[in-house]
């Protein structure tokens, strides 16, 4: 296979505490001293809740509902797609108190988390208050996660996982220094010491070869933020967000 390649395509200034990431429609998320900002052709619009702490994560692959994860306070706050509050959801207040580190949009009212005390990924169902374990509990400390309505990809310590939503795990290697993960579809891109990963079809299930892992060429660009969407890899080095587009390897 001919490694997979990125070409330059844009280069936009920002000013911006973290870069969250560019939805469907081209509106740009970001976040400025605890403010979630949506800015595109529609307009401009805000969010912020101070007494919630500090924004963990911001999902915005359903830019109709976007979830916004408060760690500090183990709350998700929905918003619809002018940054209004939909609705606000606390784990602390639930008949089985859930201590998540993680909350990031499956589809169907659910939510994929990570419980902190169990050290397992579960699929949450925020309308019936139904959870379902989908992992067996893992070792070493969560570092990142990935995921869509039909995977969910979990970075710790020691290994980089993939899980489907009936809760199968689907691959499974090693983690040999990766920090941060971010996915599109079945495919990931893993940050290591400021290098990109593209591990292709990584939550393809019992593959019967190894897991290809390819380094991608890039200028030298300081990586703060990233995000991979529609074929197109956004780097954010805290002054220029840097637009690439991925071309597939040919087979």
Known sequence: MVAQ?????????LVADTFIGIDNYRNIYFIKDEVIHKQGLEGNFVFTDLQLGRIATVDIINPLKVVVFFEDTNTVVFLDN??????????????????????????????????????QLELYNYNSKIQRVVSQPFSGALLSQASNFNYCFILTENSLRAFNSYGSLLNEIPNDGFKKIIQ?????????????????????????????IVTLTLPEITIKDLQLSNEFLYIYDGKILHTFKLIPPKK
Do not use: M
């Not at 390649?5 to 200034?13: E, F, G, I, L, Y």
């Open 5 to 13: 390649r990125v070409v330059p395509a844009s280069q936009k200034a």
């Open 82 to 119: 002018n940054l209004n509050e939909i609705q606000r959801f606390n784990f602390n207040n639930l008949p089985q108190f859930l201590n998540v580190s993680t909350a990031t949009n499956a589809g169907n009212n659910s939510l994929w988390i990570c419980n902190v005390d169990t050290q």
């Open 184 to 212: 599109q579809n079945e495919n990931l891109i893993a940050l290591s010491e400021n290098e990109l990963y593209y591990l292709h079809d990584f939550a393809s299930r019992n593959r019967e070869i190894t897991t290809e």
